[in-house]
C-alpha cells in the first residue's frame, strides 16, 4: 500500500510537557487520511495535523453517522514499540460500521495506516510507564445534504495523542453513581456501536454525576433499570467471593477488548468467570454480606479503574475500603506489564513495530 506523505517543516513536539501529560489535549504532528467514494477507497495519505475542511451540510454533522476506535502504542522497555491487539480494535470498527451503513475498513488499510503514522511520529510515544500514545481512527460520512439517508462517501482519518493517565486520580478509586431516571442504551439501538451518539446521550448525566462528587455514571438497564451494564467510558466486572462477574455482551453494552483481556487472563490463572446478568441490589447485597471483594473498570484508557464507592438510590457501599485490592492490581500490572514488554505476551496480543 502506497501512502502519500507530506512532512511536516518544524515539529511541534518542543511544546508538549511530557512529565504532565493529561487525556487527549495535545496532537502529535501528522494524521493520517483516506476518502471513500463510488465504491471504493481513494489514494491514502498522511500530512500535518490540521484544521479539516468542511461544509455546513455535512451530514455526519446532523444526523451522527459516525464511528471511533481507541486503542495505544507504547514504547517497551527495549525501544521498540508496541500495538495492543490492533486486530481486535479493527474487528470491532466493522461490527460497528457495519451498524451505522459505514463501508468495511481492509485491515491493510487500517493497519498500515497506523504503522505508517505511529513510525513517523515516533518521539511523541512517551517512554515513562503508565504513558502510551493514544490512537484515535475514525470514519465519518462526508455527503453533503440534509435528507436523512445513508451518505455515498467518507473519510477515514487517524490522529494520536501522547496521554497519561486517563482519570486524574490515576489507580486510586472513583466514585460512580447509578443512572437514575436516565437510560443510555437500549438493546437493538447503538449501545456496542463505538459512536458519538452514545457519549452525547452521557454528557447531561455525567455532568449531574459530577456535581454531585462523582466521577462517572454507572449505568442500568434500559428495560428494568436494574441490571448493570457499563460506565460509559468503561466496561465494569466484579469480584465476588473470588469469581469474576461481568455484564453479558447482549446488544447494549460495548464489546471491550480490555474487557476480554481481563477475561482470557482470568481464565488463564483459573479465576471462575461469570458473564451474567448482575442487578444493582445484588451489588448492594454482596457488599453487605462481605462477599464483594472488588469492583473496576475495564478500557483502553484506564485500562484498570478500581472503585471505591457506589451510590444508589441514597445509598452507598464502600468497595474495599475505598482502596484498590489485590485482583485489580494483578490484571493492571499483567497488562500493563504486556504493553511495556516487561511481561511475556501469554497470548501474542503485541504486534511490534
Ligand atoms: C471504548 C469503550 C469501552 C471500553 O472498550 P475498550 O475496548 O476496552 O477500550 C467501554 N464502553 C464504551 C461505551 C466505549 O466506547
Known amino acids: 500500500m502506497n501512502i502519500e506523505v507530506t512532512k511536516r517543516k518544524r515539529s511541534r ?48 454533522l446532523h444526523y451522527g453517522q459516525v464511528v471511533f476506535e481507541g486503542l495505544k502504542a507504547f514504547r517497551t522497555v527495549t525501544g521498540k514499540i508496541n500495538l495492543f491487539r ?4 479493527h474487528e470491532r470498527f466493522n461490527r ?20 505508517e503514522l505511529v513510525l513517523l511520529d515516533q518521539a511523541w510515544i512517551p517512554e515513562k510507564k503508565g504513558c502510551s ?40 478509586p472513583v466514585r460512580l453513581i447509578t443512572s437514575g431516571e436516565y437510560v443510555r442504551a437500549a438493546k437493538g439501538g447503538l449501545g456496542a456501536v463505538k459512536t458519538p451518539a452514545n457519549y452525547a446521550a452521557s454528557l447531561l448525566p455525567g455532568e449531574e454525576a459530577k456535581k454531585k462528587g462523582f466521577t462517572q455514571v454507572l449505568w442500568l438497564d434500559a428495560a428494568e433499570n436494574r441490571y448493570i451494564e457499563e460506565v460509559g467510558t468503561m466496561n465494569i466486572a466484579f469480584i465476588i467471593d473470588g469469581k469474576l462477574v461481568t455484564p453479558p455482551l447482549e446488544g ?93 505476551d501469554l497470548f501474542g496480543w503485541c504486534l511490534t513495530l
Open 86 to 89: 490492533p486486530d481486535k480494535y
Open 133 to 172: 500514545l493514544y490512537i484515535r481512527p475514525f470514519i465519518f460520512a462526508t455527503d453533503n445534504f440534509l435528507g436523512v439517508r445513508v451518505s455515498y462517501t467518507y473519510n477515514f482519518t487517524i490522529i494520536t495523542s501522547p496521554v497519561g493517565a486517563y482519570y486524574k486520580e490515576g489507580l486510586n
Open 13 to 60: 513536539i518542543k511544546k508538549v510537557d511530557f512529565n504532565n501529560l493529561e487525556f487527549g489535549v495535545d496532537f502529535s504532528d501528522h494524521m493520517f487520511s483516506v476518502r471513500y467514494g463510488e465504491g471504493k477507497w481513494g489514494a491514502p495519505k498522511i500530512e500535518p495535523y490540521g484544521t479539516i475542511k468542511i461544509e455546513p451540510s455535512l451530514c455526519s
Open 252 to 344: 447494549s453494552i460495548l464489546p471491550g477488548v480490555t474487557r476480554d483481556s481481563v477475561i482470557s487472563l482470568a481464565n488463564h490463572w483459573g479465576i471462575p468467570v461469570e458473564e451474567r446478568q448482575i442487578s444493582i441490589e445484588e451489588v448492594f447485597a454482596k457488599a453487605k454480606d462481605g462477599s464483594l471483594q472488588e469492583v473496576f473498570g475495564t478500557g483502553t484508557a484506564a485500562v484498570i479503574s478500581p472503585v471505591g464507592w457506589i451510590q444508589h438510590a441514597g445509598e452507598m457501599i464502600t468497595i474495599h475500603n475505598g482502596e484498590i485490592g489485590p485482583l485489580s492490581q494483578k490484571f493492571y500490572d499483567e497488562i500493563t506489564g504486556m504493553h511495556y514488554g516487561e511481561k511475556p
Open 96 to 115: 460497528s460500521n457495519e451498524r451505522l451503513c459505514i463501508p468495511f475498513i481492509p485491515y491493510e488499510l487500517f493497519i498500515n495506516g497506523i504503522k
